[in-house]
């Protein structure tokens, strides 16, 4: 279940990311309520999209390096948690966003970050799973 969960959190990552940085115009569009945050800006999604890469990419190392899933987890989990953390801010301070809008940032937003930071607060304290090894290369 654990390498699913991480699998699953490194597809939409690297997919979301790779989807920012090749098609910008489009994400921007596609997303519900994207728009509604600001004008589009090519730059600044490019740099959003690097950003969900480097999560994923823990992510995905994590796969290759099961033993240092902690590691990885808590740094593909940075950006999007504190991410999440800038959505809440928003609707405890303007109020809660159209239902669309909600699901799209509670499914797409909140509940990966959700996910990354349980899966390495899992791993943190389980046997055999190190979060910061020695010897061998972490994430």
Do not use: K, Q
Not at 100 to 118: H, N
């Amino acid at each position: 279940m654990t390498r699913i969960l991480t699998a699953l959190l490194a597809v939409l990552y690297l997919g979301n990311g790779l989807a920012m940085l090749s098609a910008p115009a489009a994400w921007y569009a596609a997303v519900p309520g994207v728009a509604a945050s600001g004008p589009y800006n090519d730059h600044f999604v490019r740099d959003i999209g690097l950003a969900y890469l480097l999560a994923g990419g823990a992510f995905a190392w994590a796969l290759r390096r099961p033993r240092h899933l902690a590691a990885c987890a808590i740094v593909g989990s940075a950006w999007p948690a504190l991410h999440a953390l800038v959505h809440l801010a928003e609707w405890l301070h303007h109020g809660l966003p159209p239902a669309r809008i909600l699901l799209a940032d509670g499914l797409g937003v909140l509940a990966p970050a959700l996910l990354g930071l349980a899966l390495a607060a899992w791993a943190a304290r389980t046997p055999g799973i190190v979060a910061n090894p020695r010897g061998e290369t972490p994430c």
